[in-house]
């Protein structure tokens, strides 16, 4: 009894392995022509092939028949493949691949450069007089505008706006004799 029941699943096997070898090509050519890349028709075929393998009788069937019942399973595998991708839309990475980074200031090496120009920043801002700091702060951190400063700091609004002219113009040489060195 087992020696039949193994001899029924290699007969099923090499049926299986003779049917993928003459429809595989033309039925892998129909599903990539179908689906949106090679990978997904890569997979539909694999299941479609699975799904032949399960078929109990498929050695009994003539060729005709088990050439229609492949074609069958191939459409079926191919309509669930559209639904699943309907419930869980996927896009191809080749496709996100060109506009990953399209606005080359989101790219890692933009990222990387901003990042440095922070820290030399940073590393500025600490070499100014406190008082200096904290009305750069105010104007451009907090947003707030000289009038509102100038109250804070108790200084005039000309005070201010010329404190602030003389810190750029500051932070400008820094950066130049920075780009020197």
């Not at 020696?3 to 595989?24: I, N, P």
């Not at 990539?32 to 299941?47: G, W």
């Not at 309907?86 to 080359?104: G, M, N, T, V």
Request: hydrophobic share 40%; charged share 30%; net charge neutral.
């Amino acid at each position: 009894m087992q020696q039949h029941v193994e001899r029924d699943g290699e007969t099923s096997k090499s049926v299986a392995e003779e049917l993928f070898h003459c429809h595989a090509p033309a039925i892998f050519a129909f599903l990539r022509r179908q689906t949106s890349s090679r990978e997904d028709a890569e997979d539909i075929l694999l299941e479609v092939f699975t799904a032949v393998i399960e078929q109990k009788r498929l050695g009994l069937l003539p060729r005709s028949q088990q050439r229609q019942l492949i074609w069958k399973i191939a459409r079926n595998k191919l309509v669930d493949a559209y639904r699943r991708n309907l419930r869980r839309p996927s896009s191809s990475i080749e496709l996100l691949q060109d506009d990953l980074f399209a606005d080359d200031e989101q790219a890692p090496e933009q990222e990387l450069l901003r990042l440095e120009e922070y820290t030399q920043l940073h590393a500025m801002l600490q070499k100014l007089p406190p008082l200096q700091r904290k009305i750069l702060s105010l104007r451009f951190n907090h947003e707030m505008h000289s009038p509102q400063i100038a109250t804070l700091v108790g200084k005039s609004e000309a005070a201010v706006r010329a404190i602030i002219s003389r810190t750029l113009n500051q932070l400008r040489t820094l950066y130049r004799e920075e780009g020197e060195k």
